[in-house]
């Protein structure tokens, strides 16, 4: 196991695919955010399939854990009573999340009736677990919003990823406890709808995320996205907030650590 080198004081990357890097990339994604400060990194997995490779890139990492679950593009690939395999890697101390799971009718990857029920089944699961969801939300905040008010997750603990779902969709999340996930968005000069939520916002409710190696904040844009980058999204975040960037790092971490309890913080 590597322990964590200690740089400057730094945020966790709340979200990165790592395992959607180039194979000989990821440690060296990994070293680098460190010597920028981050003190930590959730990867989300996709498909069942990649579980074990996910387990495995934590368990040679104090300071990585995962979520483990099925994204909405992956809905089809979900099988029959695959809650049970689910439960069984969820054990895992290092799997402190379900997920990524949710829906997104902007690309209709799966069907989306399909999507829905394997989302009802992993936040159920979760519910049952008591572990937090991950959810990712593209263009179906009405049908979101009908699925969460269900009483039946009226305890559901969520981080609404990459938000980007305006200020009335921010408003009702808030309500139900969720927290909201910001990623290079943040910095993008026509992204007032990813801003505007920052003053409804409670302070301990933001978390900040890459989404590695999607959405590359500026000056990156349009290159490929590196949890270290998870340090300019914070600088934004705080200049939004009227903080210091130590203050925004410190109290998204502790955010952190307060939805994803199963997560130890490393060294
Ligand atoms: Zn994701």
Same mark, same amino acid.
């Given at each position: 196991m590597t322990s964590t080198s200690l740089g400057p004081i730094g945020p966790i990357d709340s979200h990165c695919h790592i395992q959607s890097l180039p194979e000989d990339l990821q440690e060296a994604a990994l070293d680098g955010a460190r010597e920028r400060g981050v003190r930590g990194f959730l990867?989300? +997995?996709?498909?069942? *399939?990649?579980s074990e490779e996910l387990l495995e890139l934590? @368990?040679?990492h104090d300071d990585v854990w995962c979520s483990l679950g099925v994204h909405p593009h992956d809905a089809s690939s979900w099988r029959e009573g695959e809650e049970k395999r689910l439960t069984e890697l969820l054990a895992d101390p290092k799997a402190v999340a379900v997920g990524e799971c949710g829906l997104d009718f902007h690309y209709d990857n799966s069907p989306r009736d399909v999507q829905e029920r394997v989302m009802r089944t992993q936040w159920e699961l979760a519910t049952e677990l008591g572990l937090p969801v991950v959810v990712h939300n593209r263009d179906s905040n009405g049908r979101m919003l009908e699925v969460i008010r269900d009483p039946?997750? +009226? *305890?559901?603990?969520?981080d609404f990823h990459s938000f980007a779902g305006g200020k009335e969709m921010a408003e009702e999340l808030i309500a @139900?406890?969720? =927290?909201l996930g910001f990623t290079g968005m943040i910095t993008f000069n026509r992204a007032d709808n990813v801003r505007e939520v920052i003053p409804i916002l409670p302070l301990d409710r933001d978390l900040v995320e890459t989404d590695t190696p999607y959405l590359a904040p500026v000056p990156h844009r349009g290159k490929r996205n590196l949890p270290e980058y998870v340090v300019e999204i914070t600088e934004r975040l705080a200049t939004e907030r009227g903080e +210091? =960037? /130590? /203050?925004?790092?410190?109290r998204t971490t502790e955010n952190f650590f307060r939805l994803f309890e199963k997560a130890r913080p490393a060294g």
């Open positions: 990867v989300p +997995a996709i498909r069942l *399939d990649q934590c @368990h040679r039946r997750f +009226a *305890d559901l603990q969520a @139900h406890g969720c =927290y +210091a =960037y /130590e /203050e925004t790092c410190r």
